[in-house]
């Protein structure tokens, strides 16, 4: 599943690509990847607008339109977007196309939705009634990169929980965007089991935890993500990300740490996902 740095690699294409261009017209394949609300209100919802921004929250995707609504991607486990030039040939499992007017900077093109397994969806609402219409945007943690994250407001935000520092982190009610990729890397990097108990964690703690967290997503952004091998992720232009090259934990099981050089990089299940960890770095 795409996590917040390839969310966000995708939100930086869309800003380059996309803003401020015209939606002249939409079409919609695969009726459930508009699941939420249904194929002819995306479709008016969208039509003869233009993209004024787009933000992101965690691993939501949020595109401001001059109707004053907004449209709101969530890539799931398999969701790419793409912008290629008008007419190109589609990719199978491409579900929606929106089909971009010609401007001064640029000719007309399309962005396309592909999403094989279709978990991922489209839908256009209402920012004023985002309570009823998307109530899991209110719920979202904090956001490690769009949001102010210290210390003290992580060991906040882990106070009182119990169970495991990894299953913590994957919450996105407690922190948004991070998912089994950077939860493991992160621990890594903070020297942390991912059996730790968050709600007893000190200050000092969390100050190793926080640097980990900012650090291991913000390096990611720059690589573009991870692009694994059984995963569908690319970038709007179709480039994989090569933040896999820099993986210490994740997907080595087996394998010498890279930190440490002494252990082999162990595995185990965490809260039903897949967790790799050094024993020895990691305590």
Not at 44 to 64: E, F, N, P
Not at 136 to 148: C, F, H, S, T, V
Request: aromatic share 4%.
């Amino acid at each position: 599943m795409p996590e917040l740095p390839e969310v966000e690699t995708v939100r930086r294409g869309i800003a380059r690509h996309v803003v401020g261009k015209r939606i002249g017209r939409v079409e919609v394949g695969r009726e459930r990847t508009v699941r939420r609300t249904s194929k002819e209100a995306l479709i008016d919802g969208l039509s003869g607008v233009r993209i004024t921004h787009v933000g992101r929250r965690g691993k939501y995707l949020l595109c401001s339109l001059d109707s004053g609504e907004q449209m709101m991607i969530h890539l799931r486990m398999s969701g790419r977007v793409l912008v290629a030039e008008a007419g190109a040939t589609r990719p199978p499992h491409t579900h929606v196309v929106m089909h971009l007017d010609a401007d001064n900077n640029g000719p007309a093109s399309e962005m396309w939705f592909v999403d094989p397994r279709t978990f991922g969806e489209v839908v256009v609402f209402d920012p004023q009634q985002a309570a009823t219409q998307m109530p899991e945007l209110a719920k979202l943690g904090i956001d490690p990169i769009e949001d102010e994250l210290t210390p003290q407001i992580l060991r906040e935000r882990l106070k009182g929980k119990r169970g495991s520092l990894k299953a913590t982190l994957l919450d996105q009610h407690v922190v948004a965007g991070i998912g089994n990729i950077y939860a493991d890397e992160i621990l890594h990097r903070a020297r942390l089991s991912p059996r730790r108990i968050p709600g007893v964690l000190t200050l000092a703690t969390c100050t190793r935890l926080c640097e980990a967290i900012t650090h291991v997503l913000n390096k990611a952004i720059e690589a573009g993500g991870s692009t694994l091998e059984d995963t569908q992720y690319v970038d709007i232009e179709g480039d994989t990300g090569w933040f896999q090259l820099e993986h210490r934990v994740y997907g080595r099981a087996g394998l010498q740490c890279l930190t440490c050089k002494k252990a082999r990089i162990s595995r185990t299940i965490i809260a039903g996902r897949t967790t790799c960890y050094c024993p020895v770095c990691q305590r």
